[in-house]
């Protein structure tokens, strides 16, 4: 990110810090970030945490930016984009808020160059990965410094269509939430099993971040390593048997597309 750029964020809160800290980890100069912040105690934060101090609400100061991220909760964005408008029109737009689609974001800014992401909560330790979208009008230019500016994050993946983000929200956006729903049944499980529930969590956490890296580095995919876990008459094979008979696989790809689902409606409620 070139340190001549001014970064205006609208929305103070986890993500935008996320990304905030990361650029500043880099070197990129405090005096070049703008931050809208209306509550009070997260102002407080990000002076305390980022040494950053935020203006309470927008003002002309936001015509200096040429990229402006939007991380304000949906239901707030009408509210928090209308004393934004006059001033914004001429910039790149980052849009990381759930269910508001570009056209709404073109409405309220009165720019086209909109991309908008679909983080996901590993981004506050620079370990997420974020789905992008990007209207025609951006650049290759543009999506590289989109690139850059969520690299403190972690992993970027671009898609083609702006419905397929609904997807990916479905996968990555509430995916952690899946991770830590079998964590919480494998410490369960521990229990029942004569194991306390911290020795659970601890094999759990190893187990998933193993068996993650794992498949990250290896050229086979899941299935084959999958089976090479699977001795005949062994241990996983009984697990994966009890799974298929309970149907676990069908009930989990039924999950990920009612929160697909649920993502289009939220667009259609929030930023049809």
Known sequence: ??????????????????????????????????????WAEQRQRLQRELGLTALPAADASLRRADTVVWAVKPQLFKEAAAPCAAHVGHALHLSVMAGIRTEALVRATGSARIVRAMPNTPALIGQGISGLYARPEVGADERARVEQ?????????????????DAVTALSGSGPAYVFYMVEAMMAAAQAMGLSAEQGKQLALATFAGAAELARRSDDPPSVL??????????????LQSLQADGVAAAFVRALKAAQ????ELGDEFGG
Request: charged fraction near 15%.
């Open 1 to 38: 990110m070139s340190t001549t750029s001014t970064l205006a964020f609208v929305g103070g809160g986890n993500m935008a810090q996320a990304i905030l800290g990361g650029l500043i980890r880099a070197g990129h100069p405090r005096e070049q970030l703008l931050v809208i912040e209306p």
């Open 261 to 264: 689902q649920r993502a289009r």
């Open 226 to 239: 999958r089976e090479r876990v699977t001795s005949k008459g062994g241990t996983t094979q009984a697990a």
């Open 149 to 165: 500016l969520l690299a403190p994050t972690g992993a970027t993946l671009w898609v083609s269509q702006e419905a397929d983000l």
